[in-house]
Every structure is written in structure tokens, then in C-alpha cells.
């Protein structure tokens, strides 16, 4: 979507390997969100960040850490990722409060 | 209980019908949106409403507050029309944001 990017589109890794998702956004809105998407659950979030170095945790944070050291990203960490994790990550970006969301064209990520 | 229940999970309709996706809701919100997503697609963001209805094209968004039910509605429904609807709503946190909780979504599939 215009205006935010994710990265990469897709990833097939290893258990117990680090891997690092990426999110672009070129709005510079203060807000951003990383969710997991899993059938049968809907979205639901992980992280998100109200400003740079700010973040706090979603519902389902355990196994993921975030940094965000500009406006423009926020990447995501699994430190040691795990089958669990397989699932598609989308990154949305939102203004201020009653602005709406933009998401991300999102992330399969497969864990073997 | 989900705090976001939609209904129905599968529909599908002939091309030219009138849908109908229901969605209700058990927590206080400060607004309602309507997301859509293609298959293997990202994420869209349809409308975003606190009262009354919005529309756009032929989609149409409806919310009630006070019964806490939204219902989305597609006149002359086309097969491109085909995709995931998900329903979620917001609140607002203590950092200023809206978080959102979705529904598991309603797959629509409309036949030519």
C-alpha cells in the first residue's frame, strides 16, 4: 500500500534462528503496529510503538521483541523463532486517534 | 466469547445480489472499521465510523450504538467483490492511538 512497505514479502527459516521483519513508512505518523494473522484468530496484535525508542506490548508479544530508532521503522524480532510462529505479519501505520489504519502488504513468514 | 463476532464466516451470493455482513460488538468503543482483504492480499481499510453511516460506491456501513451491531452492505454485488470482510473496533489507549480488535473476518464469494 502506498505509503507503507514490508519486508521481505516472504521467509522460509529455521527453528531456533533469529529473523528480523522490517516496516517502511513514508506518512510519518506516530503510531505503528505489528500483528500476526493465523486462521481461526483474526488479527491480533503484537507490539506497537506511539514514537520513536516508545513501544509497548500487544496480546500475543511473548517470543517478539521491536525497535523503532526513526519514525520511519519499526522492525520486529524473533529472537529464536519457532513453529508457532509461522504466520503472516502485517505492519499498519495509524495518525492520530480517529485517523483510520493503513496496512501493510504483509509478511509470510514459515518456521521449519 | 470473541469481543468482535461476525456473522455469517462464509457467504456466498450471485452476482448482482445484496449482502449483507453483520458484526457485533461487547466492549465500548470510540469507533467501528470496516477492513477488506483479497485473497493472498493485503489489507484495506473501508470505513472507519462512531455513529450513523457512511457510504462509498456501493458499499455502505451502518453501526448502532447503542445495540452495539454494525452491519456492512455491497448493492449489485460484482465478482471482485470476493474477499475477506473483517470487522474491528477500536479504543482508545492511554498513549493517544486507537488499538483495535478484530473479528475473524467473513469470507465472501460472489459468483458469476
Known amino acids: 500500500d502506498a505509503g507503507i512497505t514490508q519486508s521481505p514479502r516472504h521467509k522460509v527459516t529455521e527453528t531456533g534462528t533469529p529473523v528480523t521483519l522490517r516496516c517502511h513508512q513514508t506518512e510519518n505518523h506516530r503510531y505503528m503496529y505489528w500483528y500476526r494473522q493465523d486462521p481461526g484468530h483474526g488479527l491480533r496484535l503484537i507490539h506497537y510503538?506511539?514514537?520513536?525508542?516508545?513501544?509497548d506490548k500487544g496480546e500475543v508479544s511473548d517470543g517478539y521483541s521491536v525497535s523503532r530508532s526513526k519514525t520511519e521503522d519499526f522492525l520486529l524480532t524473533l529472537e529464536s523463532a519457532t513453529s508457532s510462529q509461522t504466520s503472516v505479519y502485517f505492519c499498519?501505520?495509524?495518525?492520530?486517534?480517529?485517523?483510520?489504519?493503513?496496512f501493510g502488504s504483509g509478511t509470510r513468514l514459515t518456521v521449519v | 466469547k470473541n469481543e468482535v463476532e461476525q456473522s455469517p464466516q462464509n457467504l456466498t451470493a450471485q452476482e448482482g445480489e445484496f449482502i449483507t455482513i453483520n458484526c457485533s460488538y461487547s466492549v465500548g468503543i470510540s469507533a467501528l472499521h470496516w477492513l477488506q482483504q483479497h485473497p493472498g492480499g493485503g489489507i484495506v481499510s473501508l470505513f472507519m465510523?462512531?455513529?450513523g453511516k457512511k457510504k462509498h460506491g456501493r458499499l455502505i456501513a451502518t453501526i448502532n450504538i447503542q445495540e452495539k451491531h454494525s452491519s456492512l452492505h455491497i448493492t449489485a454485488s460484482h465478482p471482485r467483490d470476493s474477499a475477506v470482510y473483517i470487522c474491528?473496533?477500536?479504543?482508545?489507549?492511554?498513549?493517544?492511538?486507537?488499538?483495535?480488535?478484530f473479528g475473524t473476518g467473513t469470507r465472501l464469494t460472489i459468483i458469476p
Open positions: 499498519a501505520i495509524s495518525g492520530a486517534s480517529y485517523y483510520g489504519y493503513t
Open positions: 465510523l462512531s455513529s
Open positions: 474491528a473496533v477500536s479504543a482508545v489507549s492511554n498513549f493517544g492511538n486507537e488499538k483495535l480488535t
Open positions: 510503538s506511539y514514537g520513536v525508542k516508545d513501544t
